[in-house]
């Protein structure tokens, strides 16, 4: 079950209450499509370092939300492995964090309130799809970044986090480390802690008025 309806940080959540009310819920199996932020930190970051986006990766972790998106562009690449940040200033990429962040407000702006990310949405949910039936048709390898619940949370309190796994014929097959993080990241996950927990408690809260 692939969730993209937002709010994503609580709507997931509220999911995993209900398939655990009826005794199904397979966290494995229930994941939240945080690939927007992953496609607009690869065009914007890709931008800035005069790479091609096709290719290029930039983990995006945290939650789907404002502060809580949090681009590791410590960690971005080209598609054949060069690290792109030594090339960018801490200014550059406090830039790059802040407009990944604010992202869907700048196409809500530009749209002069007539409208939303509505095709981008759709963009990123069919990469992630189809990144799903690769791994169900049994390739090996496939890996996404998604918010899903995770024994490991890099946030005490936020059982749900958004971060790299491997993708399965039975879902997530392994959670992957965020790796090192650069002092500027190790701030943001810091600031994104209390707004995730917050997040993730309504729509527990939400879920338990349900009958």
Same mark, same amino acid.
């Given at each position: 079950?692939?969730?993209?309806?937002?709010?994503?940080?609580?709507?997931?959540?509220?999911?995993?209450?209900?398939?655990?009310?009826?005794? *199904?819920?397979?966290?494995?199996?229930?994941? +939240?499509?945080? &690939? /927007?932020?992953?496609?607009? $930190?690869?065009?914007?970051? %890709?931008?800035?370092?005069?790479?091609?986006?096709?290719?290029?990766?930039?983990?995006?972790?945290?939650?789907?939300?404002?502060?809580?998106?949090?681009?590791?562009?410590?960690?971005?690449?080209?598609?054949?492995?060069?690290?792109?940040?030594?090339?960018?200033?801490?200014?550059?990429?406090?830039?790059?964090?802040?407009?990944?962040?604010?992202?869907?407000?700048? *196409?809500?702006?530009?749209?002069?309130?007539? +409208?939303?990310? &509505? /095709?981008?949405?759709?963009? $990123?949910?069919?990469?992630? %799809?189809?990144?799903?039936?690769?791994?169900?048709?049994?390739?090996?390898?496939?890996?996404?970044?998604?918010?899903?619940?995770?024994?490991?949370?890099?946030?005490?309190?936020?059982?749900?986090?958004?971060?790299?796994?491997?993708?399965?014929?039975?879902?997530?097959?392994?959670?992957?480390?965020?790796?090192?993080?650069?002092?500027?990241?190790?701030?943001?996950?810091?600031?994104?802690?209390?707004?995730?927990?917050?997040?993730?408690?309504?729509?527990?809260?939400? $879920?338990?008025?349900?009958?």
């Amino acid at each position: 079950m692939a969730i993209i309806s937002n709010p994503v940080n609580s709507t997931v959540p509220i999911a995993a209450e209900v398939l655990r009310r009826h005794g *199904v819920y397979d966290p494995r199996k229930l994941l +939240g499509i945080t &690939t /927007l932020d992953v496609v607009r $930190a690869r065009a914007f970051v %890709a931008e800035a370092a005069g790479a091609s986006p096709e290719g290029f990766r930039v983990p995006v972790v945290g939650g789907h939300a404002g502060v809580t998106i949090l681009p590791l562009i410590s960690q971005a690449a080209t598609a054949c492995g060069r690290r792109v940040s030594p090339g960018l200033s801490e200014e550059k990429i406090a830039a790059l964090t802040a407009r990944i962040q604010d992202a869907g407000t700048e *196409v809500v702006t530009a749209k002069a309130g007539k +409208g939303s990310a &509505t /095709l981008s949405m759709a963009y $990123a949910a069919f990469e992630f %799809a189809k990144s799903c039936l690769r791994a169900m048709g049994g390739e090996r390898g496939v890996v996404e970044c998604a918010y899903v619940e995770c024994l490991d949370s890099p946030v005490s309190g936020a059982p749900f986090f958004a971060r790299p796994v491997v993708l399965g014929t039975q879902g997530v097959e392994e959670y992957l480390p965020l790796g090192p993080l650069s002092a500027s990241e190790k701030q943001g996950l810091g600031k994104l802690a209390g707004e995730l927990q917050s997040s993730i408690k309504k729509g527990v809260e939400f $879920a338990r008025t349900l009958k």
